[in-house]
Nanobody
Framework: QVQLVESGGGLVQAGGSLRLSCAAS????????MGWYRQAPGKQRGLVVT???????NYGAYVKGRFTISRDNAKNMVYLQMNSLKPEDAAVYYC??????????WGQGTQVTVSS
C-alpha cells in the first residue's frame, strides 16, 4: 500500500503562484511515476503533469510553460510550481503514484482556488 498526502493548495489571485507538495509513504518502489491531475466541478479528472523516477515528464497542453514539476526521489516527494494562475486552473489537485507492477494510488487532493 502507498499513501499520498497533498498540501499547498489555497486561494490565490489570478496571475499569482502556488507550490503544491505531495508526500508518498508506504511500500514505495523505486521505479515509479508520480505527478498531478486536477478535477474541477462538473468536469473529469485530467492530466496536469507526470514525472517518472528518471525525470521523464508528460505535461498537459494547457499548463506547459506555466507549471513546473519536480521531485525528490530520496524523500518520495513531488512538487508542482504553478505560476501565472488563471481562474480556469481552479480545481482539486490530486497526486497519483503508479508503477508497472501496480495500479495508481491517489491522495485526497488539495483545493486550488483562483480569484479573478
Amino acid at each position: 500500500q502507498v499513501q499520498l498526502v497533498e498540501s499547498g493548495g489555497g486561494l490565490v489571485q489570478a496571475g499569482g503562484s502556488l507550490r503544491l507538495s505531495c508526500a508518498a509513504s508506504g511500500s514505495i518502489f523505486a521505479i515509479n511515476t508520480m505527478g498531478w491531475y486536477r478535477q474541477a466541478p462538473g468536469k473529469q479528472r485530467g492530466l496536469v503533469v507526470t514525472m517518472t523516477n528518471t525525470r521523464y515528464t508528460n505535461y498537459g497542453a494547457y499548463v506547459k510553460g506555466r507549471f513546473t514539476i519536480s521531485r525528490d526521489n530520496a524523500k518520495n516527494m513531488v512538487y508542482l510550481q504553478m505560476n501565472s494562475l488563471k481562474p480556469e486552473d481552479a480545481a482539486v489537485y490530486y497526486c497519483p503514484y503508479s508503477t508497472y507492477k501496480s495500479g495508481a494510488y491517489w491522495g485526497q487532493g488539495t483545493q486550488v482556488t483562483v480569484s479573478s
